[in-house]
């Protein structure tokens, strides 16, 4: 036994002690993962060996335990297969697990090294450096509203105009027979036809329907509801008619609630972004079949009325005997062309609502509504999702998508070259990365705000402290054991 042997384990012992002690002093260190020292015996001619060496060490690339910060910044691989990509200030990739990143002073996504997160802008697929978008997001005129609603059936009908059974009195003098047109048009309110002079005239009877005499009354006249035209021929005297017709209806009156059933006032923005409210009014109405239901919608907009497209301040909705909306068939065109008035004049409106899905069933009213509008808003937060889709959140309640960032893995990940900063280098031996989004190509998911802890086993490591002890105290037995016995070989005389 020579004293080669025992200085070289000596040697491998003290080195696995280095390794020991370095994944204990990271046991706190973000991503860390913990290394192996690696031994073989030293080739020889002869059968006894010429000791040992450390053929390598290795690091153990299993996951450690991902615990949750709140930092909006932090991220963490969610799985074994997976490294961040990052680039250094001098344009060298580098490849790391520990998801602790910060924007700095340019707004970039940087680790303490001050190496900046890569991924895929949105809708590319080139790897850039992610850019936190700090600022304000531009205004979007509202285009669309998305609306599913149900009216309720049970609401009673508000009448429209009530035509009475006697519309009037006609009084005529002359005995020359004559034609006479008359053309009733029914409004709101009361409707009054008097003489040229505006003095009543007495009442005249009327036989029933063929020729007409002076001094007769009581003939009715009919109005259809469809308005098409009637004519009845009778003897007239001198034109001095006279007409008084009370016309009951329930006209629309944003300031009178009895006048419609339900109201749904809506947030929108011009392109300015200041915001509007627009007020949807449901007047329940009598069906036209006895099978169908008819409502009348109204608009404003801040108290103004808004024209429809075909032109109109309201539309008609029906519904057949299920509940189930028969029209409108299409989204419902509102223009309105001074949404910012004459000191703020803003692009005008054109909104398109969608009232497909709409319903008419026995239950309370009830309406969901998707605007796509909105105001200016001011950067607030970032999240991450698990496909490492990044998202900027604005004070306003929009989010943008940002795009992707990317993670990266090697064939041999024995191969990547430590180079501090808890990062590695890609080498020959490694191979070239395998670069794509979270959740892809066997690619591990992303957890955000998070970290993965290292994944140093205490106990294990001072288990094996102990272990690479005891064999330093061996080797070193076996230098003093062969100093004895050469002591005895001098001491012979």
Do not use: C
């Not at 599913?148 to 002359?174: C, H, K, R």
């Not at 007409?212 to 009919?222: E, H, K, P």
């Not at 990062?423 to 957890?447: C, D, F, H, Y």
């Amino acid at each position: 036994m020579g004293f080669g042997q025992g200085l070289s384990g000596l040697n491998a012992a003290s080195q696995n002690l280095d390794v020991i002690g370095n994944n204990i002093a990271n046991s706190g260190t973000v991503g860390f993962k913990a290394g192996t020292a690696t031994f073989a015996d030293v080739y020889a001619n002869s059968r006894v060996g010429l000791g040992v060496s450390v053929s390598g060490i290795n690091q153990r690339f299993t996951i450690g335990t991902v615990s949750t910060t709140g930092n909006q910044f932090d991220i963490a691989v969610d799985g074994a297969k997976g490294l961040f990509r990052v680039v250094d200030t001098s344009g060298n990739v580098l490849y790391t697990r520990n998801g602790q990143f910060f924007p700095d002073k340019d707004n970039y996504v940087v680790n303490a090294q001050g190496q900046r997160l890569t991924g895929y802008a949105d809708g590319g697929n080139t790897l850039v450096p992610i850019k936190v978008p700090v600022g304000n997001i531009a205004p979007q005129a509202t285009s669309s509203i998305g609306m599913v609603a149900n009216v309720n059936a049970n609401s009673d009908v508000i009448p429209g105009t009530d035509v009475p059974e006697t519309i009037g009195v006609v009084a005529l003098t002359d005995t020359t027979p004559a034609t006479v047109n008359y053309h009733y048009k029914i409004v709101a309110g009361d409707v009054v036809w008097t003489d040229a002079a505006g003095d009543p005239a007495d009442p005249a009877d009327f036989p029933p329907a063929g020729s007409y005499t002076t001094g007769t009354s009581g003939q009715a006249v009919t109005i259809g509801a469809d308005g098409a035209p009637s004519t009845t021929a009778f003897a007239a005297g001198p034109d001095n008619i006279g007409y008084v017709a009370p016309v009951t209806a329930v006209a629309f009156d944003p300031d009178v609630p009895g006048s419609y059933t339900h109201q749904l006032p809506t947030t929108v923005y011009d392109s300015l972004g200041n915001a509007h409210q627009l007020t949807q009014y449901f007047v329940k109405r009598e069906g036209t079949t006895g099978t169908d239901s008819s409502w009348e919608v109204h608009y404003r907009l801040d108290g103004e009325v808004v024209d429809t497209d075909p032109a109109g301040s309201a539309i008609n909705m029906t519904f057949d005997s299920s509940g189930r909306l028969t029209s409108p068939t299409g989204p419902v065109t509102l223009g309105y062309a001074k949404p910012g008035g004459f000191n703020t004049p803003a692009d005008p409106l054109q909104i398109a609502i969608n009232y497909a899905g709409t319903t008419q069933f026995g239950g309370d009213f009830s309406a969901s509504r998707l605007p796509n509008g909105y105001a200016t808003g001011e950067y607030a937060s970032m999240s991450i999702a698990a496909d490492g889709a990044m998202v900027a959140s604005y004070s306003n309640g929009e989010t943008l998508q940002m795009g992707y960032l990317a993670l990266a893995d090697f064939n041999n990940l024995q191969g990547l070259q430590p180079v501090g900063g808890n990062a590695w280098a890609e080498t020959s031996a490694s191979g070239q990365p395998i670069v794509g989004r979270p959740g892809s190509n066997g690619l591990a998911s992303i957890k955000g705000q998070s970290v993965e802890d290292s994944n140093v086993d205490m106990s294990q490591e001072l288990v094996n402290m102990i272990i690479a002890q005891r064999t330093y105290q061996a080797n070193a037995q076996t230098i003093k054991t062969q100093d004895q016995v050469l002591q005895t070989l001098i001491n012979l005389r």
